[in-house]
């Protein structure tokens, strides 16, 4: 099992540009999460899904956009990306309800 | 809304000394999770508090989960170049799936 994967690994946009960070999980887990890690701000979360079709915002939403493709795929979107979008973005899933998370390994994302 | 702060935010000891963090919630918790990240990785969850009053071990980790269950602490009890990263407090409200992370403190071992 690969467990939570993500793509791509590393990214440079420009001011403006779009891109979509790509996320899938082979454990059949139901929620599924994306994170920004800033140094000194721990983990801030901006979506989540609970299950396949239903998304919902978290602490810092705005800027993104998701997607639940299906139960295995979650997609974080940045219609047009700003420097204070400069993080590393790390995609978790877990079975419902209040269980561990297991991380992806997470895209490093430096906007200029 | 929610906010879990955790002190230290570094930690710097020799080898072979003990290590604490400390996790504080402004909200009473549900339950409370701990992960570890090494650096350049991601987090990988420790393990997971539900009681108030909760003590749970891990070979040299000891972790509690306080009366009133808005707190937390980790313990290292000899600590070894392996415990090197950042560990996190993580909790959740209760009926809520959200996971709130505490900002984290950073472990460095001398050897």
């Known amino acids: 099992n690969a467990g939570v994967t993500q793509t791509p690994k590393f990214q440079v946009l420009k001011t403006g540009q779009s891109m979509t960070l790509q996320c899938a999980q082979d454990?059949?887990?139901?929620?599924m999460y994306w994170y920004r890690q800033d140094p000194g701000m721990g983990l801030r979360l901006i979506y989540y899904?609970?299950?396949?079709?239903?998304?919902d915002k978290g602490e810092v939403p705005n800027g993104y956009n998701v997607s639940r493709l299906n139960k295995r795929e979650f997609s974080l979107r940045l219609e047009s990306a700003a420097p204070s979008q400069t993080s590393v973005y790390f995609c978790?899933?877990?079975?419902?309800?209040?269980?561990?998370?297991?991380f992806g390994p997470g895209t490093r994302l430096t906007v200029l | 809304g929610q906010q879990v702060m955790q002190i230290p935010q570094y930690q710097h000891v020799q080898e072979g000394e003990d290590f604490t963090t400390y996790c504080n919630s402004s909200?009473?918790?549900?339950?409370i999770q701990w992960y570890k990240q090494r650096p350049g990785g991601h987090p990988v969850f420790l393990i997971q508090?539900?009681?108030?009053?909760e003590v749970k071990k891990q070979k040299r980790l000891t972790f509690q989960f306080g009366e009133a269950k808005k707190n937390s602490s980790l313990h290292i009890t000899a600590t070894q170049t392996t415990d090197v990263g950042t560990y996190f407090c993580?909790?959740?409200?209760?009926?809520?799936?959200?996971?709130?992370f505490g900002t984290g403190t950073r472990l460095t071992i001398i050897p």
């Open positions: 909200t009473t918790l549900s339950n």
């Open positions: 978790a899933s877990s079975e419902s309800g209040q269980v561990r998370q297991f």
């Open positions: 899904s609970a299950s396949e079709g239903t998304t």
């Open positions: 508090l539900v009681k108030s009053g």
């Open positions: 993580a909790g959740h409200n209760f009926g809520n799936e959200k996971l709130t």
């Open positions: 454990m059949n887990h139901n929620s």
